[in-house]
């Protein structure tokens, strides 16, 4: 098993930023992949980024392309994401994933809130 614990999030205005953080603990050594999703009040839930453990590769949401950027620490076991230039439709529950083989995420956090005020 893999326990996720996110932090990072709060309220920021438009144009700020926030650097969210994910510390993976348990078996860690088990999983491949990382990610970032949101969810906000009556929508979907939304992959915004995912990064391999083992070359940092990393994909992005059209949405957030060029604005956020994802990053691992393996020695650290944890995962963050830098979020630049927000916008008011960032606003939403951020949440941590782990996963072995994308697109498993089997492992979940349980989120951090961003709100961004315009």
């Known amino acids: 098993q893999v326990q996720l614990v996110e932090s990072g999030g709060g309220s920021v205005q438009a144009g700020g930023s926030l650097r969210l953080s994910c510390a993976a603990s348990?078996?860690?050594?088990?999983?491949?992949?990382m990610g970032w999703f949101r969810q906000a009040p009556g929508k979907e839930r939304e992959r915004v980024a995912h990064?391999?453990?083992?070359?940092?590769?990393?994909y992005y949401a059209d949405s957030v392309k060029g604005r956020f950027t994802i990053s691992q620490d393996n020695a650290k076991n944890t995962a963050y994401l830098q979020m630049n230039s927000l916008k008011s439709e960032d606003t939403a529950m951020y949440y941590c994933?782990?996963?072995?083989?994308?697109?498993?995420?089997?492992?979940w956090g349980q989120g951090t809130q961003v709100t961004v005020s315009s």
């Open positions: 990064i391999y453990k083992s070359n940092h590769v990393a």
């Open positions: 348990g078996d860690t050594y088990s999983t491949t992949n």
């Open positions: 994933a782990a996963g072995v083989g994308y697109p498993d995420f089997r492992y």
